[in-house]
């Protein structure tokens, strides 16, 4: 028996890189990156007295920079500890601004972009295929008939070209309900737009089944 558990802002943020392949893993020790700093973005030059450019921001987020002095406001969205403090366990908190984060976020939208690009996705496969991969991929099973048909009702009433979203981001993440992967998302989700299959791939990103360890 186990206790369900929510993936920390850590771990949420090494999931989404493992999903759309592009976390590294290779590299060991060297120079922390900016955790704001998008991946493949351009890496701010300095930050303090540590010279930042040519930082991997596609790390793990263990090696990212953690300044005392000026923390970023995810962190705190995210309960991370203080780093002020010495804390054996965090306190986790559940707040509307967390599931902002996968809703808005660009860093967010960047991955799923990547995630429809990856090469083993059935971009000339079946409707159900595409689906089943995407299930297989995130959630670690297969999705069941009623999920396929939800899909296909989510993707009709997509299939138009995408809004643009507004540039301003909220920085936040966290879960939201899982109502089933027909749920659709609010129109801001990125400054770009995303295509129908991207927005269904972020849409089961949104379901507790993702955030939660079983």
Do not use: C
Request: glycine share 4%; hydrophobic share 40%.
């Amino acid at each position: 028996r186990f206790n369900i558990q929510r993936l920390d802002f850590e771990q949420v943020r090494d999931s989404l890189l493992t999903i759309s392949n592009r976390l590294e893993t290779a590299q060991i020790g060297g120079v922390p990156f900016s955790l704001t700093d998008l991946p493949g973005a351009k890496t701010r030059a300095a930050s303090g007295s540590l010279n930042l450019q040519h930082a991997n921001p596609n790390r793990r987020a263990v090696y990212a920079m953690v300044d005392r002095s000026i923390l970023p406001e995810i962190f705190t969205t995210f309960d991370f500890a203080n780093p002020d403090l010495s804390t054996g366990e965090r306190v986790l908190t559940t707040v509307p601004q967390q599931a902002l984060f996968l809703m808005n976020s660009p860093m967010v939208a960047q991955q799923v972009r990547h995630f429809v690009e990856r090469p083993d996705f059935p971009r000339a496969g079946s409707h159900e295929e595409k689906v089943r991969f995407i299930f297989h991929t995130m959630l670690q099973r297969q999705p069941s008939e009623r999920e396929i048909e939800l899909s296909r009702h989510f993707l009709s009433e997509n299939a138009q070209p995408a809004l643009e979203t507004n540039s301003q981001i909220s920085p936040a993440l966290g879960s939201s309900e899982n109502t089933g992967t027909a749920r659709k998302p609010t129109t801001a989700t990125a400054p770009k737009s995303l295509n129908a299959w991207e927005r269904y791939a972020q849409v089961v990103l949104l379901t507790n089944e993702w955030m939660f360890v079983r």
